[in-house]
């Protein structure tokens, strides 16, 4: 961000509105007490799909979302094997040290506030590309193809 020499650091607006949006969507979904805890959940899980998602889909995501969450999703390197929902939640408990309970909480939170910039459609695409248990951390079910 560019800043504005002769405003004063401390009234300077750190993130964009659109980001502030975000944050205070989740800070509700999560039922977090601060900003700041919201923040950390956004960019835990927001840089957790960066690793996942690869294609259309991650362009046309990060285009979505707003600036300071686009960047951290586009500021990862995808894995070259896709985890499955419960790894994706498991190895995000791992890098942040939080309980599976938590990181799988941060996970619904978070997407809620995604899914609210991105839209339905947007998200399905990017279901159908990742692997299975993805659709359970977007809030919704899961379903298998007919035998």
Partial sequence: MI???RVPLEHQQPYSTAYEQMLEKVRYEGAYPTRERAD?????????????LTGDERVA????????AARV???Q???VQPLTG????????ARSGASLATTRWDCGSVFAAVTAHA???LITRILHQLPTGWALL??????????
């Fill in 61 to 68: 995501l990060a285009a979505c979302l707003p600036l300071e």
């Fill in 40 to 52: 950390e959940a956004v960019r835990l899980v927001i840089a957790g799909l960066g690793r996942q």
């Fill in 77 to 79: 390197i995808p894995d």
């Fill in 73 to 75: 999703l586009t500021a």
């Fill in 86 to 93: 419960w790894a994706f939640v498991k190895d995000l408990a």
């Fill in 119 to 121: 839209g339905s459609d």
């Fill in 138 to 147: 977007f809030g919704r079910a899961e379903l298998a193809p007919a035998a």
């Fill in 3 to 5: 800043s504005d020499a």
